[in-house]
């Protein structure tokens, strides 16, 4: 599918360099707001007029502007219906895109499948999830985890080389006092595995024991030592924790169907002493009451890259992986997802890397979302007061879908096995609360609501996956292969719902690249629930199965079929034929 905002810019940039040759600004199309007045708006009129008002016989106004652009539209521009051009207010220009155009479109998605692609593929690098090694991952993490693969999905769609990262906190002086109380729980993990259980428990009774015994203390600050200078026995006991850590982390993954690939602090940690050397040859480092900092020009606080005890900490981290990044792996793009209380710390980094002239004209992205609340507006927590297990609430997603599934098996007429209902709760299950967290604008906070995100009406990924399904059974009913139909008939869009319909599909690529532009995931949830809507629109309008013109029908719905699984898929939510 090409891209439909650029064929329609391309139309009215010639038009625009017919009417006024000595004008070189490209032409400023927009989708229209109201699809009954147009499908694309140009909006140009008034810029030029405003830049011709004091030439030598300027045009008289922007709607005179408006109509000139008009004129000179080429007729057979096959893009934009012409007889249809229209000026609206200040000289806005609401066009309509040819039958044909569409026609043509979904003929492609018929034969060779969903395509968009990028101008120009980049090699991106995506920064997301990061849970803490020996704490279980919760709440906290799920924005993170469900925005950073959406994003991931989007660019990789589009065709860029896209690096998944998972940036786990895997070193540090924490790791002291957890491989003493490894060594205390479990004195053979060298031999065999532990059997830790409860990561958070196992962390909380580390830590008491930390603050509470003074023996402890030493021990662990011991620990740290050995396994800073690469103690083989300190190093066996950090791999056992991170290991236990990373099979916990891969139950969410796996849920989530999340790829993605660890790249810890720990990897960065041999990097930043000579980086601070070399900053500090330079003259972008000092030496700050005994810390080694980096003052960015008009910030008061600066990055600490080595504090005055000699540790490291997320400064001296972050500023040697941005370096790596940027220059040891050559990215185009680096994309960092976390939550919007840690804007102010990637400023600084961000703005030290262009100060050292790392960055030059590479991309770089702070991707921030708000918290996720529980339905008192504070954070999502559980009724004792604790963080909430991410694994616990995606079974429990899980678990309230298969009763609902369940409960439907009953009374309708839709016959699932034991397995295809399991099947359908986990797809459907953790689709819902992929698709709660999407739809929001990623920088406000949202409420968590199992009750909502699992309605069977509305802005739901149930009520989608349902209407995709309804979609799969209509061809079904038909009895008519696709791949027969579309060797014997063609698209051709006659009714009005046919081409508000077909209009809409051809806006995916569109969507995808402005999703990719400004990186909110919301924008491909409004699409796909508007698509819905324009589908039941047709479908009442316009009968299927026993209608003269069924074939062609039938090809349209497998294109809005097809456009759906894409959109479904760049969101990370699976499919199902049948519910």
Known sequence: MKSAYKQVAEVFGVAIRRAFPAVQDGPLVVPHKNPKKGHFQCNSAMPIFNKLRKEQNPPESAKHVAQMIIDNVPDDNGVVVKETLEVAGPGLISAFLAPALIEKSLASVISEGVVAKADEPKKVIVDFSSPNIAKEMHVGHLRSTIIGDCICRVLEFLGHDVQRVNHVGDWGTQFGMLITRLKEAHPDFATNTPDIGNLQEFYRSAKERFDNDDAFWKASHDEVVRLQAGDEDALRGWRSICDVSRREFEKVYSRLDIKIKEVGESFYNPMIGPLIDELMEKGLAEENEGAICFFNKGKKVPLILRKSDGGYGYDSTDMACIRHRLHTENADWLVYVTDLGQWSHFELVFAASEKCGWTGNKRIDHVGFGLVQGTDGKKFKTRSGDVVKLVDLLDEARDRCLNILKERSQTDDTHLSDEELRRAAEVIGYGAV??????????????????????????????????????????????????????????????????????????????????????????????????????????????????ENEQSRLLLCECTARVMEATFGVIGIEVLDRI
Do not use: W
């Open 434 to 547: 992929k698709y709660a967290d999407l739809k929001q604008n990623r920088q406000s906070n949202y409420v968590f609501s199992f009750d909502k995100m699992l309605q069977l009406q509305g802005n739901t990924a149930v009520y989608l996956m349902y209407a995709y399904a309804r979609i799969r059974s209509i061809i079904r009913k038909a009895e008519q292969p696709i791949d027969e139909v579309a060797k014997a008939a063609s698209i051709s869009l006659k009714e009005p719902a046919e081409v508000e319909l077909g209009a809409h599909l051809v806006r995916f690529p569109d969507i995808l690249e402005r999703t990719a532009h400004e990186l909110l995931p919301n924008f491909l949830c409004e699409y796909l629930y508007e698509l819905s809507g324009k589908y039941n629109q047709f479908y009442r309008d316009c009968r299927v199965i026993g209608d």
